[in-house]
């Protein structure tokens, strides 16, 4: 569910070598395979990943929209749903102070992580009942960040992985809603395109503040952006509507 680490290939700082170079192992690759490796090869961000000690890429996208909005807060509970391969858990533990006794950062994905100095992992699916109030305890209270970098398996066809991907950041967002505090923030990945309207109503009905951010780190040519509310404005009575 969540983005898998990045496999990179190696450099170094002075007499780098250029890695702008077609993959030379590719026989018997597949296609797609190949163009991702190649990819991979030559992303900055992936050599910065590797350099830095971030377990992904993605880690660089959530620093950018917290160096822009400032939501990850000294002492701040934090949940990463889908958090595996731990590169946004990463980031929350330092963001936070976690690893020195500041916050709580709480990691949730369907398969093991491996330990990070500062946060407490558990295989957990977040749709199973009860799964809300497991997070609460674990966190001390109700969270004041609810993050989800999840994404669906690629189904291979457009339409049904954006709904796929849309699906998991409504469900995330009925799970923010349910441990967030007042005033929390909740940020999630989500696609370009339609399919948003039930997400967005649900958003700006118990935010003050909903915006899509696209990071530097978000690779240009992906549909790929980032919905951001802050200022959770409570639990409310359900609408007419349910939630």
């Given at each position: 569910m969540s983005e898998k680490a990045d496999k990179t290939g190696s450099s170094r700082k002075g007499g780098r070598r250029n890695l702008r170079e077609r993959v030379k192992t590719a026989r018997g690759r597949k296609l797609s395979s190949k163009l991702w490796l190649?990819?991979?090869l030559n992303d900055p961000y992936v050599t910065r990943a590797k350099e830095e000690g971030?377990?992904?890429r993605a880690a660089f996208k959530l620093t950018e929209m917290d160096d822009k909005f400032h939501?990850?807060?000294?002492?701040?509970?934090i949940v990463d749903l889908g958090a595996a391969p731990g590169g946004w858990t990463q980031v929350s533990v330092a963001r936070t102070g976690a690893d020195k006794g500041k916050g709580k950062v709480?990691?949730?994905d369907l398969q093991e992580i491996d330990a990070i100095p500062g946060a407490d992992l558990y295989v957990l699916d977040f749709l199973e009942v009860d799964a809300d109030i497991k997070v609460k305890d674990w966190l001390g209270g109700e969270a004041d960040v609810v993050l989800s970098d999840m994404a669906a398996a690629s189904m291979g066809h457009k339409q049904t992985d954006h709904l796929r991907i849309?699906?998991?950041a409504e469900a995330a967002a009925q799970f923010a809603h349910d441990v967030l505090c007042e005033g929390g923030t909740y940020c999630a990945k989500v696609l370009q395109g339609g399919a948003e309207q039930e997400l967005l109503r649900m958003l700006k009905r118990d935010f003050k503040t909903v915006r899509h951010v696209k990071p530097?780190?978000?690779r240009a040519d992906s549909s790929e952006m980032y919905v951001l509310a802050t200022g959770f404005k409570g639990r409310q009575e359900e609408d007419d509507d349910g939630y």
């Open positions: 190649e990819r991979q971030y377990r992904s939501f990850l807060k000294k002492g701040g509970r709480v990691g949730i849309m699906a998991l530097a780190a978000s």
